[in-house]
């Protein structure tokens, strides 16, 4: 690879690996993002993809392998400093803060806030009201464009499993990362939602975030992704454009399926 | 008359501080302690002890105090990076092995060494032998207005957002609470502002000997409620509570979990050790039986009545146990048994509360019959 292309790289691991007792979740996986890209990651059940997800973000420590993130080594980090390096991620189930309002849930997201320390709390009052105000404003207009404004004085545990994930990936996007890894944004989301959320996925895209997707619905993947990664049981099976994958006799046997 | 109630304001206050230390942890941060007592325990401990070697009360007040921070910080990183239920299981242990070593250990006294089980005595009690001319009672009445008025301003603050949140019940899946509660909520608490203050003007004005610990008491009590409340809406606080409903969701958001947990939990624990100075100066004379693991329940039913999370419903809760504890008192004149059939009823208040509002009394029904 070229000095040129190594730059170009915002998330390069290789050699992950993974064991839980007798079973090997992720066996010498690799995986390579391009800047401003999105990428997807598909496979079957069971094939590793979340586990790699953990390992990436650190949620699981590998046994051994490599993440590059942005240039700099992040295996040893904790996963908060891995976020806080710009590479959050979501989960396959939507999670919120219940009890807490929408916009509370948007409020937590933004790195390095004077508030979030403890002595500041006391010294620095004028600089965090300040920095609320700007918050408040930057996490309104996130919550129009994804059409949860209404909501925002609200407790995010009313909202409904479709609203969940809109405010997940708002709240990620509140973190200004550089890279966001979303687990299956698709699922259980029906087909109108599904148009919309791939419209935001495009149009933040635009702004110049990068995204690692896992998702099963392949609709999805075909129109969103520059480049697909395939696993199965834990290894990487193949990558290419979403056209070579589709016609990859390999992928197509262990998870597209031949007709 | 006066002097009685000068004490129940002692005791209500005291455990009211004791019991937003344990609403921190445990309402706030959702951290599960089952042995809050060990920091009352070296609180009183520490600060009656130095006390007797002659150190100033307020040093030794200070240094109880960080003791108990620095009990939280070892128990916290032994186990917060553990489980939850890990936590309650080691923090009931440790306040058990603090009142076993309370109990066995020879403590120095005036009078040489004594044992444990003997109690600590002859130690300073804040302005007990104050003897006040009228200037100082003027200041001290003063001191006890601004504590009455910032009361008061808290009140009628908390009362107003409510007031506004019922104005914009729109886009809402819940409805606030109606403004007649308010008012009687408002009238309620008015009541009882004006009674503490009217009865501790009396007794600083014609100086009843534990007139100064109530004003010291209260003022404490009102400082670290203010610093609480500033703390919960800050965005501190906001990852508190967001550790209490899913700490995955902050780490993955870039806050370092841990070191929040351990905060809060030191945290609550300085102001528990706090709480256990003033309880020793209110006892007069501090045995190892007065730190047992009742007390730490005593706080968590203070915080389960009020309503978990609230501040202003620990005071509340607070104040429903001591007027419980009191009515009580007065009516079961009797023997040992008769004293645990108090704490049973107690027992038996907290589960009928718990089926009919399990909210607590300022606790948020809707909050309850969200999703996770």
């Given at each position: 690879m070229t000095q040129n292309q190594q730059q170009n790289l915002l998330l390069s691991a290789s050699g992950l690996h993974k064991r839980f007792g007798g079973i090997t979740a992720v066996n010498n996986a690799q995986i390579d993002l391009h800047r401003g890209s999105i990428t997807g990651l598909i496979g079957p059940n069971g094939a590793g993809k979340t586990t790699l997800f953990n390992l990436?973000?650190?949620?699981?420590?590998?046994?051994?392998?490599?993440?590059?993130?942005?240039?700099?080594?992040?295996?040893?980090?904790?996963?908060?400093?891995?976020a806080q390096k710009g590479m959050v991620r979501t989960f396959q189930v939507a999670r919120v803060l219940s009890r807490l309002s929408v916009l509370e849930n948007m409020l937590l997201a933004p790195q390095k806030q004077t508030g979030e320390n403890f002595f500041q709390v006391w010294l620095g009052r004028k600089q965090i009201r300040k920095e609320e105000v700007e918050n408040k404003e930057k996490a309104m207009l996130i919550l129009e464009s994804v059409g949860l404004a209404a909501k925002a004085r609200d407790y995010a545990g009313a909202l409904s499993g479709g609203q969940r994930k809109l405010l997940e990936m708002a709240r990620v996007l509140m973190a200004d990362p550089k890279l966001i890894l979303l687990d299956e944004p698709a699922a259980g989301v029906n087909p109108t939602?599904?148009?919309?959320?791939?419209?935001?996925?495009?149009?933040?895209?635009?702004?110049?975030?990068?995204?690692?997707?896992?998702?099963?619905?392949?609709?999805?993947?075909?129109?969103?992704?520059?480049?697909?990664?395939v696993l199965a049981e834990g290894s990487n099976l193949a990558?290419?454009?979403?056209?070579?994958?589709?016609?990859?006799?390999?992928?197509l046997e262990a998870y597209l399926g031949v007709d | 008359m006066v002097g009685y109630f000068v004490s129940v304001t002692i005791f209500t206050a005291l455990y009211a501080l004791f019991s937003l230390?344990?609403?921190?942890?445990?309402?706030?941060?959702?951290?599960?302690?089952?042995?809050?007592?060990?920091?009352?325990?070296?609180?009183?401990?520490?600060?009656?002890?130095l006390n007797i070697q002659g150190v100033p009360v307020i040093v030794a007040v200070a240094i109880g105090t960080v003791v108990a921070a620095t009990l939280g910080l070892i128990i916290g990183t032994s186990t917060l990076r553990l489980r939850e239920d890990y936590l309650a299981i080691v923090t009931i242990g440790v306040a058990e092995l603090l009142r076993l070593i309370a109990n066995n250990e020879q403590w120095p006294s005036p009078d040489g060494p004594i044992e444990g089980s003997f109690g600590l005595k002859d130690y300073l009690i804040p302005l007990a032998d104050w003897d006040p001319n009228l200037w100082q009672k003027l200041i001290a009445i003063a001191l006890l207005t601004i504590i009455a008025v910032f009361a008061m301003w808290q009140l009628w603050r908390g009362l107003k957002s409510q007031w506004k949140e019922n104005q914009q019940i729109q886009d809402k899946s819940y409805r606030p609470r109606k403004p007649i509660s308010l008012i009687i909520w408002g009238a309620i608490?008015?009541?009882?502002?004006?009674?503490?203050?009217?009865n501790g003007t009396l007794a600083l004005y014609d100086y009843y000997y534990r007139a100064g610990l109530m004003v010291l008491v209260l003022l404490v009590l009102a400082l670290v409620y203010w610093g609480l409340e500033i703390l919960v809406r800050s965005p501190w606080g906001r990852i508190i509570k967001a550790i209490r409903e899913d700490e995955e969701i902050p780490r993955v958001l870039g806050k370092n979990v841990f070191w929040y947990k351990l905060q809060a939990f030191m945290l609550g624990g300085a102001i528990a050790g706090i709480a256990g100075a003033f309880y020793a100066w209110y006892l007069t004379t501090v045995y190892p039986s007065n730190f047992e693991s009742i007390v730490t329940f005593y706080a968590w039913t203070i915080i389960i009545l009020g309503g978990a999370g609230s501040n202003a419903g620990t005071l509340v809760g607070a104040l429903i146990f001591s007027a419980y504890n009191e009515i009580t008192r007065n009516l079961f004149v009797g023997g040992a048994s008769l004293d645990a059939l108090r704490i049973m009823i107690m027992g038996l208040i907290v589960m009928i509360l718990m089926i009919w509002r399990p909210q607590g009394i300022l606790g948020k029904k809707e909050e309850l019959t969200l999703g996770k």
């Open positions: 990436l973000s650190n949620f699981i420590t590998p046994d051994r392998g490599e993440v590059i993130f942005d240039g700099k080594a992040i295996n040893q980090l904790q996963s908060h400093h891995i939602l599904i148009g919309q959320i791939c419209e935001h996925i495009t149009n933040w895209n635009k702004q110049g975030i990068s995204f690692l997707i896992i998702e099963h619905n392949m609709d999805v993947i075909m129109s969103l992704c520059d480049r697909v990664w990558n290419g454009t979403p056209e070579e994958i589709q016609n990859n006799p390999e992928v | 230390g344990l609403n921190l942890q445990w309402g706030l941060t959702g951290l599960i302690n089952f042995g809050h007592v060990a920091f009352m325990t070296i609180g009183a401990y520490v600060t009656v002890l608490g008015t009541t009882l502002i004006v009674a503490i203050y009217i």
